[in-house]
């Protein structure tokens, strides 16, 4: 009978032997391409197992076809092989048990062989084709070594129903794989004979996969197995192709020439190992020198506890996914929770997992408890089900507004499954509440300060860790585990204050003091070695026996102080801030420091706009601001303090809303009826509801709960309902007027929509500039962007992207698709986008400095939101020597008076985007509770920035003590290893067929004689240049990819080589040195340097430098 394998019937034989990739090629792969139904039996259950039975998989995916999978547990217990028998239950926990840790080890898998195998391997079980089970023996024999089964068992069926049968050898190793051990024995249902041995088979087959057989329990696939190759190896498209598959051929121009680079490939794929360069192995991410050193500063301590601390803008989500990406490399870490405000969870998750490869679910409690992963797909949690538990997601980013809540708290901390390691966004947001009378510790903290006792590792992520007091530092100080007299607060401000003075103007007692305390701190913290660092660098060595003496024993401190006070002021204040807490905890890197070291920033040139308001408009804003004057007026004097404060809190985000945009302020008037409806009727789960769209997009430290609680209270006011009623009837009146602005019918007369029109339209069509639009609000951003459209902007110039993610147009499909942040980028820096309008959660982590321009059209009250802003253009990297910064305000409002000042003062500028940012928002909030207008809103505006301006010099002396480790010019080989590997790519696509270029400093391989294979072409055009996403290091995917393709091209043919050896020996962490070996046989440790100029010998040998 014809069968779909006929092409193969004249191929196939009755037997093969030897490496398993050469089977793979002659036999899985061709097969698998014509079955449409595979079933298999494996005697191991592991990772190396799984990669090795997904070979030739692409090709049955292609076909559309369907796989069933029984994988042995043979891993067994000692205690369980002498049991010799074993329960069901039994059975079902060691299963248990065995996917914990293949899960775990799934992190750790870095090749494309194994890659890509278990990519096919995800996708089929996310589309249902392929079904996996255990099998698990009843009965345990010392001694098992090969699979619980006697040989692995292959059947393939093809669509006209004939059949390939294989058995072979058992041990399914990668070793076994590598080294001659497979060995296949083939029976086709075409040979006479071989059906009834088939059918046999598929007999055995079948008892097993249905739970019928005497000799084992079968279960389905752990699903903490399932969870893991969703998380790290899903992919939205199918696999394409095996990488095995014979016919992915690159073009063998030269076979000895090309086994001549892999003595190059070789020494590059270890690189990224080495001490020097270890910060270029974790992804295609190159990062600057002092993030490289926050990263290294990070992991030279135990337990890994560090408060990272950059200025905003220079990249310290980069550093913490630095940190975790080396930390699971190593098998250090394996449970990580990250905490973030609730509006930046999706930029984390895209961030860790394009420059690091790191799959995050990111959890949202409503409309309904789910997971989602970065590709979109999401796991749905039962309403009581626990996010902290569920098997398999061991990466998880989580709201703190929802994770403080004192049920979801209780629900972490007595999770059975801790973690490993504890990450906190904006960090600042867990300090203590302070008052001239109270201290009082805020949910937040109290949330961290529990984790501290539960999980060994914390990163704690502020810009701004201390404001104006150092005991403001003390609380974050307190989470990573200090401890000692450190945790009384008059000793560490004593302790402060005391180094804030002039050396000469410190007393012997308090030098005395100052002593005692980093005694207690270095006896407690640092390792005898370290503390020998920092006496050796900043102790004369004739006094450096009675600081020794002082340490070790805890004793004269007043003698100590005196002698070296006399002899050394200025040593001795260095050698007690370098053993002070901060500069142990602390790295922090800032914008002056960088420019000190030679960092080129652009010139930033500000230009205000008033918005030109008709009488009609303006009388609207009128009305918007006497709605909140009357309203929350009255119900902030009947409430309790707390709640008083959160009214207020939601009061001026109503302002901020109704100046923003009159869209905006139509959306909020719209919602806030919808929420006094649920007021009045009591339902908490629709005022919830309500609430979460308002305060979403917040940067608060309160959530809906507390506002809910507040307005509930409300309710047992006297006459409070009266009130409320009366506020519908003023919404619903303001609302009817607000109508000609909705989302649905936007009208082109809104005078602030035509003043950002005409500032966009200037900027990129009369000045050539790319611009980014920002608005706290997604309603602004949506109306701006109709607007704009409206105006006969072509969609394809514009981009958008708002804490939902991002959207492009696509011509083919005639509208805008969802995009991560990744494809938002490179739209705008190709030649079609030249617009992105915004919301703040793209100044998060998103580079944009293809764009020069920033217009804002609405001002957060915390000034280090702007500088976000500004910063996504005016950073390292932007390659303009000016952008351009566009306020656009209503004339006269508080935001237009109180910046404007404050953009005119560029003396003080950094002060308050920095730690007096709260003296600036305190002066929004006394103007708008004041209803300050014309002179008095001048004055308030100029009593503000005098008080900033009176205690700056104060700030900056605060700020010295408390400044922590930071980079300190290192000179970096980054840029010559980038050379190197340009010249390999350029040399391995030469002679693989393919050709290279580079264009706006980013390396394409394109087309030639071979081709560029589809899961490679999203990597081109990786940056040879830092600050760049997609940056060519040693682990690049396209790096990776030739370095597959140059040993697979030359498999068997013996490089040219000289006399000399490599070897990379590792520490725990996976990084070390690399020996050179000479014919001698003397080994010899190299530096960077030498590591290099041994890149440029290996170039030598393999004669060849192509350009």
Known sequence: MPCFFDSLKGSLSISYTGEGSRIARDFYIPVLKKSSKYYRLSGYFSIESLTITAAGLAGLVNNIGHMKLVVGAHDLSPELIRAYTISRNEAKNLLEEMGQ????????????????????????????????????????????????????????????????????????????????????????????????????????????????????????????????????FWTEKPPNIDPEDPTVRFIKQDIQKIADIVPIANFISEIGYLNDFSHLGIGPVRLYPHQTYAADFVLTRFPYRCLLADEVGLGKTLE??????????????????????????????????????????????????????????????????????????????VSWHYARRDYVKNDLLSSKRG?????????????????????????????????????????????????????????????????????????????????????????????????????????????????????????????????????????????????????NVESLRKFIM????????????????????????????????????????????????????????????????????????????????????????????KHRREFLDGLLSRDEESMRRVAEKILEEEEWEGDEDDFIDAMVELLEKKDVEVSIIREK?????????????????????????????????????????????????????????????????????????????????????????????????????????????????????????????????????????VEQRIGRVDRLGQKSSEVGVINIWYPDSIEARMYKALFDRKEIYQFVVGPAQEIFSSGLRKALDEGAKGEKLRKLVEETLYQIDNIKEDIARTQGTLSGAAWKGNESLDGELVDRLVRFVKLASYYLGLTTRIDDDRLYIENGIANVQPEIEEWNGASIVPGKPNALTPVHPIIKWLISGIKKVSDGITPRFNDKSYYVVKNFNRIGSLLSIDKDGIPEELNSKQVLDALDELFEYADGDIN
């Not at 996996?132 to 345990?140: D, E, G, H, Q, S």
């Not at 996969?209 to 190759?229: C, G, Q, S, T």
């Not at 997992?353 to 409503?366: A, D, I, N, T, V």
């Open 578 to 669: 370098s053993l002070s807490p901060m500069q142990w905890y602390m790295v922090r890197n800032t914008r002056k420091r960088l420019e000190q070291q030679g960092f080129k920033f652009p010139d930033r040139i500000v230009k205000e706009v008033e918005v030109k308001l008709s009488a009609e408009h303006s009388e609207l804003l009128e009305k918007l601001d006497q709605y909140l004057e009357k309203y929350y007026a009255l119900y902030e004097k009947l409430l309790s303090p707390n709640n008083k404060g959160t009214i207020g809190f939601v009061r001026s985000i109503y302002h901020q809303r109704f100046v923003s945009s009159f869209t905006a302020a139509y959306q909020t008037v």
């Open 320 to 397: 913490a996914g630095a940190i975790i990406k080396r930390l699971v490399e190593a098998g250090q870490v394996e449970r990580i929770l990250i905490l973030t405000p609730k509006n930046v969870a999706r930029q984390w998750s895209e961030e860790l997992w394009y420059h690091f490869g790191l799959r995050f679910w990111y959890f949202e409690s409503s409309p309904r408890k789910r997971f989602i992963s970065t590709d979109g797909s999401e796991i749905i949690l039962g309403q009581n089900e626990s996010p902290f538990g569920r098997a398999g997601v061991d990466h998880l980013i």
């Open 101 to 232: 840790r293949i899960a775990s080890g799934m992190e750790s898998v870095e090749g494309i062989f194994e890659t890509e195998r278990l990519k096919a391997l995800a996708w089929m079980l996310a589309n249902g084709t392929l079904e996996i089970r255990v099998a698990i023996p009843k009965k345990t024999f010392v001694g098992r070594g090969n699979g619980i089964f006697h040989e692995k068992l292959l059947i393939m069926e093809d669509n006209d129903g004939c059949f390939v049968e294989a058995t072979g050898s058992a041990n399914e190793t990668r070793q076994a794989y590598d080294l001659n051990g497979e060995s296949l024995t083939v029976h086709m249902s075409w040979r006479e004979g071989a059906m009834e041995y088939i059918e046999k088979r598929k007999r055995d087959f079948e008892s097993i996969w249905d739970d019928k057989h005497p000799d084992y329990f079968v279960f389905p696939l752990p699903e903490a197995i399932n969870r893991k190759l969703h998380e790290r």
């Open 419 to 567: 973690f490993d390691l504890i990450v906190v966004d904006e960090a600042h947001a867990a300090r203590k509440k302070r008052s001239i009378n109270k201290i009082e510790a805020t949910k937040l903290n109290e949330l961290c300060m529990e984790l501290s006792i539960t999980s060994p590792h914390i990163l704690l992520l502020s810009a701004t860790p201390v404001q104006l007091h150092s005991v403001e530092a003390l609380d974050l100080l307190r989470i990573l585990g200090l401890g000692g007299p450190w945790v009384h607060e008059k000793d560490f401000e004593k302790f402060y204050n005391i180094l804030r003075n002039e050396p000469s103007e410190i007393e012997d007692e308090e030098w005395a003091f100052a002593l005692r305390m980093v005694q207690s701190f270095a006896s407690r913290n640092m390792s005898p070695d370290e503390v020998r660092g920092v006496v050796d660098a900043h102790i004369p060595q004739a006094l450096s026996e009675i600081v020794y003496k002082m340490l070790a024993t805890g004793q004269n401190f007043g003698g100590v102080a005196s002698t070296m006070k006399h002899k």
């Open 729 to 865: 009837e003023a919404l619903a009146a303001l609302e009817m007027e607000l109508k000609q602005f909705a989302p649905d019918s936007l009208t082109i007369s809104d005078p602030k929509l035509k003043a950002i029109k005409d500032a966009v339209s200037d900027l990129y069509h009369n000045k050539g500039r790319k611009v980014l639009v920002f608005s706290k609000y997604t309603d602004t951003v949506d109306a701006i962007h109709k607007y704009l459209q409206r105006y006969g902007f072509d969609p394809q110039e514009i981009a958008l992207y708002t804490g939902a993610g991002g959207r492009i147009y696509d011509p083919s499909v005639s509208r805008y698709i969802e995009v991560g942040k990744e494809e938002v980028r490179k739209s705008l820096e190709g030649k079609t986008v030249g617009i992105v309008i915004c919301t703040d959660a793209a100044s998060e982590g998103l580079n944009l400095q293809a764009a020069s321009a920033v217009i804002n059209v609405d001002m957060p009250w915390n000034p280090a939101r």
